[in-house]
């Protein structure tokens, strides 16, 4: 049969991995695709950078949107990452060309997504972005196609490793946040400026791209709540121990009677769940369906051959004429409700204070929750340092955020309490 | 769009299920699939069985092959069981029709799972067999579309409720193997007739399944090494606990450098390993892929619900025109070589003697080992009791089963020694 010709955007490690794997496994990837796949063009930055592989007989662009024209090229693979700019351009120019998109850009897809899959469909053809999420493990496929007879009630995931080796470590070795990003930064496992792993952003992405496959809804990334993990504190991680529990960033897209809730923040973690013992820089996703039952997904999520490895499993699905909705269903037909505001989340709150430990303190801290219809589940105070600083934990029932952030607000006010009070939500899965 | 019309052949629980998934999420299945997917007939031994769905409308066949000739069937999905008999024939006349075949049954395929491949290209059309493994884990897709990129050099499951329950239960409530079966069967999680699962056939039909996917191999049931769970015993998981493993059934195919070794046996699994932690009914499969990394899957292996959820994930691709290679590759380009005997494989043990506590049995069983060629990792006795019975543990390092073997022969005729020792291997995984 006629073989798939490629073209890939972009050359740095996962461009280059993608075409190591296919260079590697050219037999075996024929045999399950039915026909071989061929790299025939590339486009990137520097033509003389050593990438450990061998540019020769492949086309060179200078332009990377050449490739979506180059009559050489079936399907375009886009590895430059960004949500505009070339990336974008580049993505367009592709479907309109009516050849398939296969993309690790998460930031692309949860911006773009939306008009993205008109187009593909417009055009009849598709967008492949298993790379975009959770790297080597096919949570895509599983959600698109696994699982599409389910009514899809919750998502929960580790979608950052560089969050999750940053949690790891600090607890690991009791060490704070600032130390042990810097060490990350050394090894390579964060980038100079942390900001898009630390802060939630990346994390969101990838949840907003999960939710809108998971529940048939238009992207819509700006409606997502986001926090990231600058504030968790060695203090944080060894309560969280002793109340049973492990701090993750997680991603959350969960269906209610209010609305589908999607957010991005860290979260308490029962000791006992698959999610809580994921460690370093290891992706996962629980997902729920309603006759599924729960279902879990662990790998790596970055890296060249997790990455290459998802891309090309997309490439594969391409030349074996595999072409499924963009979003797992018409692009008009999904539903553009945005995202349940945080006020309106309900859940149990993990809450501590740094109090001045006095008589007292207790009483006005007790009274504010009440006054906000907050009930506890439990609370711990170590030691006693009397006129001192000393930590205090609260976990509440089930409260609804608005109620929380109330509560919080009046008891940060209160002279006793020394610092801005920590809230971690607390999620069952 | 024209409906996907759908026939059922076997209306216990799974089929029921499937009739009643269909029906409560007719309208997401029907974006999804880009057409309405609806069950047109049915067949089954009893017609007035109360099922809990209605029959009303549906063409009832007294002969489930008429519906592989039944005009108003474009699929049939194949819910009888049985590797032979009616399951055989219909999944015959079904492919031979031209339609696409779904089906759970593991027993079919790992026994004819070949042929049917054959019949299904010469035909031009697709076996979907995603409730045939794991329920409602998309294991299958997993395989062969999400990790096709991939050398898979592992593949590590546990794959059968029943003993997963079974060892779960031991090990929570300190009991034995009969007491907890006993228990099992009351609450309908074993079988009246328990050996299909017990002694490993169910779990090794997977691993068959499972092994001619990942490795590209002609299917070859007969092939494997299997045992089963009745020689577990509580002595046995207490220890294993103190050497820092739980004792899983698992379903191993690993490509070693004599060939690929495929086996189902009760085997130590470090506990800090995903597998050792999925306890009580659930399945899961580990996944090593050369790109990706470590796959690691986990959900519902049974019953109503997951396995229909499977089935119709299968309907929904074959409503969308997805079409993969059986096996993941051509029929005829598959590997015939069967597994590697038992005897070649490589491995650490744990070993479990009950000996007569007296000097020089330890001297004896040392020097039998050493005469094998077999060294230690560890050892453990609990207790003294001057010429009664003690267990006696010992971990070996890596070793050849056949030096195992010929040295546990030896060791069982000592006269000291009063019990068949048991041997478990251990995997690291």
């Not at 930064?185 to 994390?203: C, H, K, N, W």
């Not at 460690?279 to 997902?287: D, H, P, Q, T």
Request: hydrophobic residues 50%.
């Amino acid at each position: 049969m006629t073989a798939l010709r490629i073209g890939i955007a972009g050359l740095g490690t996962v461009g280059a991995g993608v075409v190591k794997l296919l260079r590697a496994q050219v037999h075996a990837i024929a045999a399950r695709a039915g026909r071989p796949l061929i790299v025939t063009a590339v486009s990137a930055r520097d033509r003389t950078r050593e990438r450990g592989i061998s540019l020769e007989g492949l086309i060179w662009h200078d332009d990377p949107l050449a490739l979506a024209a180059d009559p050489n090229v079936d399907v375009v693979v886009e590895l430059i990452g960004g949500a505009e700019g070339m990336a974008k351009t580049l993505a367009e120019a592709t479907l309109a060309a009516g050849k398939p998109l296969v993309t690790a850009n998460k930031a692309l897809l949860a911006t773009h997504g939306a008009a993205l899959a008109r187009a593909a469909e417009a055009a009849g053809t598709s967008i492949g972005y298993e790379a975009a999420v959770a790297g080597g493990i096919p949570v895509i496929k599983a959600l698109r196609e696994g699982l599409a007879a389910n009514r899809v009630d919750r998502v929960a995931g580790i979608l950052n490793g560089t969050c999750n080796y940053v949690l790891t470590t600090m607890r690991e070795e009791g060490r704070g946040f600032a130390d042990v990003l810097a060490d990350a930064q050394t090894l390579g496992y964060a980038e100079a400026d942390p900001s898009f792993d630390i802060d939630g952003v990346d994390a969101a992405h990838k949840l907003a791209i999960l939710a809108s496959l998971a529940f048939g809804r238009r992207i819509a990334f700006s409606s997502l709540h986001v926090e990231g993990i600058r504030n968790i504190t060695p203090l944080d991680i060894t309560f969280a121990q002793e109340f049973g529990y492990r701090i993750k960033l997680l991603g959350i897209a969960a269906r209610t009677e209010d609305g589908i809730s999607m957010r991005v923040h860290p979260a308490m973690v029962p000791l006992n769940t698959p999610l809580a013992n994921v460690e370093g820089v290891f992706n996962a996703v629980s997902l729920e369906g309603d006759f599924s039952g729960p279902v879990f997904l662990q790998g790596r999520g970055a890296g060249e051959g997790p990455t290459a490895s998802a891309v090309v499993a997309d490439l594969i699905d391409v030349a074996r004429g595999v072409r499924i909705p963009v979003w797992g269903m018409a692009a008009t037909a999904l539903d553009p409700a945005p995202a349940l505001p945080i006020a309106q989340h309900e859940g149990a709150y993990f809450l501590r204070l740094m109090v001045v430990d006095q008589p007292g303190v207790l009483a006005d801290v007790m009274a504010i929750l009440r006054d906000h219809g907050i009930s506890l589940a439990s609370m711990a105070q170590h030691g006693r340092r009397p006129g001192e600083a000393v930590p205090i934990v609260l976990v509440t029932h089930e409260t609804r955020e608005a109620a929380v952030s109330g509560a919080l607000a009046q008891i940060g006010a209160l002279e006793s309490v020394l610092e801005p009070p920590a809230l971690i939500r607390i999620e069952p899965q």
